[in-house]
């Protein structure tokens, strides 16, 4: 059996040209993560992540501290299949339709680059909508296409990996939800809902073998805790 350390993504650059950057913050969490895991002598078989970004820039901490303690760097492999959700196609996509279920949203839309609180109440209606498979558009990616390409790239991971190995999985928030959610039998709703508490650079754990995979812990960030700093708890 292995066990699967899906991390997501130290914090993106939310308001910014290019989210996909990691902020000040989020480089500060992955090598606050990093350490944490050197600390606790938590040493990896194999390194996934995706394309994105944000997800090379996380586990590029884990592996310059690797290479500066001379510790084995174990082979990472990039997929696809872990890269997040669309949402830049899926919200001008659908928050048209979530505009006309709930005209107060219509401010929120207005800023939602400048106020994380408005779009979180917008990523929320906009992404129940996409999630319910009632308002497809058509060469839009569909959820259960993005929760295809999800589950097609854990079977890989476990195909490859899942006999006796450590296995860190840089990725993204909609992406542990999918295995979430695969593990617990959730539905659509409660998916979303899981991906709404993932604080960045949070570990949730999978045991697994070839064939079969099950939820061990969910979104521990005790490594950011225990710096006592509030700031470092994000989840945007």
Known sequence: MSILY??????????????????????????????FFEETGRRFDAIYTG?????LRTAEAMLTLLNDV?????????????????????????APAAVAADPT????????????????????????????GKHDVPGLLTWQEFKGKVNRAIDEIMKNDGTGKNVAVFTSGGTISVAVQRTLGLGEAGAMKIAEQLVNTSVTRFKCTRDRIMMATFNEHAHLERENDERLITYR
Request: charged content about 25%; cysteine-free.
């Open 105 to 132: 949203l219509a401010t929120d839309v207005a800023a939602i680059m400048k106020d994380r609180k408005a779009f979180q109440r917008v990523f929320e209606a906009v992404m129940g909508l996409w999630a319910s």
């Open 51 to 55: 394309t994105l970004s944000r997800h």
């Open 6 to 35: 899906f991390i997501r993504h130290g914090q993106a650059s939310f308001g910014k040209e290019d989210y996909d950057e990691l902020s000040e913050t989020g480089h500060r969490q992955a090598r606050i993560l990093a350490y």
């Open 70 to 94: 001379r510790a084995p760097i174990p082979p990472v492999r990039q997929l696809e299949g872990l890269n997040e959700y669309p949402t830049h196609d899926i919200f001008p996509a659908l």
